[in-house]
């Protein structure tokens, strides 16, 4: 029971990061309908941003570990919500209308070009982090195992949260979110009635990115490093959630983040961490095949 | 931002807009640049990241910006007054021209390419140009025409392609050293070619076992699975060690003979038997030779698929599956051997891949060989047979040729190493080439099915492919 508690602190706590991940996956599938196949990688970048602006904090003008950490919040949500912003200006734009496959292929390319960049500006080997926030506050105990929480996963949980709230706000009640939702439902009639599709839409891929910058600084406070090669498999199980909660739904992309996070750690925990990833996968083929709609998506109406 | 477009065409040069817009992307440019470019974290002694602080690289890479977002102003500008349709127009013309000697052509080039690269090379220093620039084309150009099957005729997206070429290349690698030494051990010089349609039809049935759950999704999320799938597989050759041999990978692999005759240096090997000197350039030449018979076949066979009824459907239901379904078409059945077709050719090009190298571990087989298999076929053209070669020749052999760029080492500094810039350019140059040519390099396509004469159709009739 002890061990149970623990793992599923520790799995709501990676839940909280593959969830911030996969509301970009699903903002930009809902209204453009593309895997965008580069936010994962979007996310390491976010993360690398949030290390050196982290390091500049502290060792350049002396911040504190509080400060410098709000800091980073805040200047690497805005720096990763340029970059996702230009690479939607340069390589989904320009393909926006044409064949289905063609957006994909640059995606995927795009892909490849981040991560890639980032290994040959920063260089290949991992980057340790700086520990931050080590203590723990112990729960309570069981035939010796004491069940604690981190200060850090306390404070990943609540920086989630606090957001998740915020980024609600906007998509329901600001007129940003009625436009956004507008695009989504119909982009013709949106347009026809004076929302301005593009600038919608490039807003959608810098709020999804700025998401994932939250998770990019939650990331290397948790694991404590970080390296080019990071992007991809948090990527693909951010999109297993998506697809898990239903992709399209916003509240469903955070549903499905808390429960990948939780198998993983279950898995772990349980059965065979080796296999971790192999268990993320088979439940993304599963769902698709016996609940492609996800938890909670509309159902898809086929038209002839 | 460089594909910023201007409404109001004007015969002027709209200076200050061109220097507004360049502007404008150089701001964005150092936006990107500060944290990433102008500092870098490199660990110390005590393994502590210091920063490095590196200005000079953020205000080089935005003045480049500038420059080139300047001078993709001028060219909008320029090509707006020259009449660009007649000049492509031109271009198709000198095409279509040339058009019907480019196969006989090119044939006969690759035919003659190994005994070419001999004589100009000689023995020693042909092997790198018949193997890494040859046999990786080849190699790719069949798994891409293998691919085409799938994703060009029957439309089904497949991000996880490299799966099948795995299980032809453990399978090989597995039958070869294990089963075949402990049960037949006389027929240890046959291997290759007794595993060869082994490993096809391993791969034909791992297609249908993985297909047959998941082919009733549509779009991107069967692409999603089959990326899946891919990981899956990679996931379990690293973990089930004991079937495996996990990250270590299987090596010493048999190589293929010489229908029986072995290529070494004994005196039943292929030189000595031949009467030659011994040289490992006569096995570099004829894997070179098994491929290309390897990836014609995958050719053939798709030709003579499409003007079969399962052909047919194929390209029916990636039109539009619904009028399929109503016709009373299978579709199952259909995406099932599009499925195991294109994956029984992966599995060919696998065992091949595992008996040229001789070594194979999961590292071989990561999603960015499926990403490029992808790429190749899409850049191609969808559906288009030559249009795969052209794209091969371009990705793989570009990618070869980066490995050659020692002479920069001269320019930039013996600290440069262009090898590591491969992959960096591979990307750009995916995006660039999607921008450029969204549907493909050979955008038109003979049909299928002829009334009179033969027309080219534009790739923007049909919904997936061509033709």
């Known amino acids: 029971m002890a061990i149970f508690i623990q793992q599923l602190i520790n799995g709501l706590t990676l839940g909280s990061i593959y969830g911030l991940i996969a509301i970009g996956y699903t903002m930009v599938f809902g209204i453009i309908g593309m895997v965008n196949f580069a936010h994962g990688d979007v996310f390491m970048v976010s993360a690398f941003i949030a290390l050196l602006l982290f390091l500049v904090a502290t060792t350049l003008f002396g911040f504190g570990i509080v400060p410098a950490l709000f800091l980073v919040l805040v200047l690497g949500m805005l720096i990763t919500g340029l970059w996702n912003w230009t690479i939607e200006r340069t390589a989904y734009r320009p393909l926006r209308g044409s064949f289905r496959l063609a957006p994909l292929i640059s995606a995927i390319g795009m892909s490849i070009l981040l991560s890639n960049l980032i290994q040959v500006i920063q260089g290949p080997r991992n980057k340790p982090v700086p520990p931050m926030f080590t203590q723990v506050l112990p729960l309570f105990e069981e035939n010796g195992y004491t069940v604690g929480i981190g200060y850090k996963q306390i404070v990943i949980m609540v920086v989630t949260a606090v957001l998740l709230g915020l980024f609600w706000y906007i998509v329901q009640k600001t007129p940003l979110g009625r436009a956004q939702r507008a695009c989504e439902q119909d982009q013709k009639m949106a347009a026809l009635l004076g929302i301005d599709v593009d600038k919608t839409i490039s807003l959608t891929f810098v709020l999804g990115a700025a998401l994932a910058a939250v998770a990019g600084v939650m990331y290397i406070m948790y694991y404590g490093v970080i390296n080019f090669s990071d992007g991809f498999v948090p990527g693909v199980k951010a999109f297993t959630a998506a697809v898990l909660g239903g992709i399209g739904s916003l509240p469903g992309a955070v549903i499905g983040g808390l429960l990948i996070g939780l198998i993983e750690t279950m898995w772990s925990a349980y059965f065979s961490i080796d296999y971790k990833d192999v268990a993320a996968f088979s439940i993304l083929a599963i769902t698709l095949v016996f609940l492609p709609t996800g938890l909670l998506g509309r159902p898809e109406v086929e038209k002839v | ?467």
Request: with cysteine; hydrophobic share 50%; proline share 4%.
């Open chain 2, 1 to 467: 931002m460089t594909q910023a477009t201007h409404s109001n065409p004007s015969d002027a040069f709209n200076l200050t807009q061109a220097l507004k817009d360049a502007g404008f992307a150089g701001m964005v440019t150092f936006g990107l640049c500060v944290p990433i470019v102008a500092f870098r974290a490199e660990q110390d002694m005590a393994n502590k990241l210091v920063l490095q602080q590196r200005w000079w690289m953020a205000l080089v890479i935005t003045g480049l910006v500038v420059v080139a977002r300047f001078l993709f102003s001028l060219h909008q500008h320029s090509r707006r007054n020259e009449h660009a349709q007649e000049t492509s127009a031109g271009v198709t013309n000198a095409l279509a021209l040339i058009k019907p000697y480019l196969a006989p052509l090119g044939f006969g080039f690759i035919t003659i390419y190994p005994l070419v690269m001999l004589a100009m090379h000689g023995p020693g220093g042909s092997i790198k140009w018949i193997d890494n620039f040859g046999i990786q084309i080849l190699i790719y150009v069949m798994l891409g025409w293998g691919l085409n099957i799938v994703v060009g005729l029957a439309g089904l997206l497949d991000l996880g392609y490299v799966a099948f070429y795995a299980v032809g290349a453990y399978s090989y690698a597995l039958i070869a050293t294990k089963v075949i030494p402990q049960t037949f051990p006389f027929l240890g010089v046959w291997a290759f070619w007794i595993c060869l349609p082994i490993s096809g039809l391993l791969a034909a049935l791992w297609g249908i076992l993985l297909g047959f759950p998941v082919l009733r999704l549509r779009g991107d999320y069967l692409a999603i699975v089959t990326l899946a799938f891919g990981e899956i597989i990679r996931l379990v050759l690293i973990n089930w060690v004991d079937f495996s041999n996990g990250y270590a990978g299987l090596s010493s692999i048999p190589r293929p003979s010489f229908f029986g005759i072995p290529f070494n240096a004994s005196d039943t090997g292929f030189a000595a038997v031949f009467g030659l000197e011994f040289s490992p350039i006569y096995r570099t030449i004829f894997l070179y030779y098994v491929i290309l018979v390897l990836s014609l076949m995958t050719a053939y066979v798709t030709l003579k698929l499409r003007r079969l009824p399962v052909g047919r459907a194929w390209e029916a239901l990636r039109e539009d599956e619904i009028a399929c379904r109503s016709l009373g078409i299978n579709t199952t059945i259909t995406k099932l051997t599009a499925f195991a077709i294109g994956a029984m050719f992966g599995g060919f090009a696998g065992c091949f891949f595992a008996a040229r190298q001789g070594f194979i571990s999961p590292e071989s087989f990561v999603f960015l060989e499926s990403a490029q298999i992808l790429a190749i076929v899409v850049l191609g053209g969808m559906g288009s047979l030559f249009g795969v070669v052209v794209a091969s020749i371009a990705l793989v052999g570009g990618i070869e040729i980066l490995r050659e760029l020692d002479f920069l080492k001269e320019v930039f500094g013996p600290t440069f190493d262009p090898s590591q810039y491969r992959m960096l350019v591979f990307g750009v140059a995916m995006v660039l080439m999607m921008l450029w040519k969204p549907r493909g390099l050979i955008s038109t396509r003979d049909p299928s099915v002829i009334y009179k004469e033969r027309k080219a159709i534009s790739g923007s009739m049909v919904q997936e492919g061509h033709g």
